[in-house]
């Protein structure tokens, strides 16, 4: 199982930016997706998340700015995220969680900065 984030990079305050995680080895279908952030020196934090029936779960700090969809042709999940501020500075990372047989991936990491 590979779990590839890509999207990061530099932005301006009010802007935006679209994360995408492409999955490979098991299916959307069975899995559950999440978004996680960790900034320096922080622990790392649950973002959002997609379940298998599409069930969205969004921390409060992103609400309204931030929406997690999946594309189960492309097996890809993508976290669109609008307004960003500088405190969503951060590696974003996604993940893979499996119910049964009870499995978890992680993806490498994508930087996401914020400039003021």
């Known amino acids: 199982v590979q779990l590839q984030a890509s999207g990061g990079g530099l932005v301006q305050a009010g802007g935006s930016l679209r994360l995408s995680c492409a999955v490979s080895?098991?299916?959307?279908?069975?899995?559950?997706i999440a978004w996680y952030r960790q900034a320096p020196g922080e622990q790392r934090e649950l973002v959002a998340s997609i379940g298998l029936r599409s069930t969205t779960v969004y921390a409060d700090s992103v609400k309204g700015r931030f929406t997690i969809s999946k594309d189960n042709a492309k097996n890809t999940v993508y976290l669109q995220m609008n307004s960003l501020k500088p405190e969503d500075t951060a590696v974003y990372y996604c993940?893979?969680?499996?119910?049964?047989?009870?499995?978890?991936?992680w993806g490498q990491g994508t930087q996401v900065t914020v400039s003021s």
């Open positions: 993940n893979a969680k499996r119910p049964a047989p009870r499995a978890e991936y």
């Open positions: 080895g098991i299916t959307l279908t069975v899995t559950t």
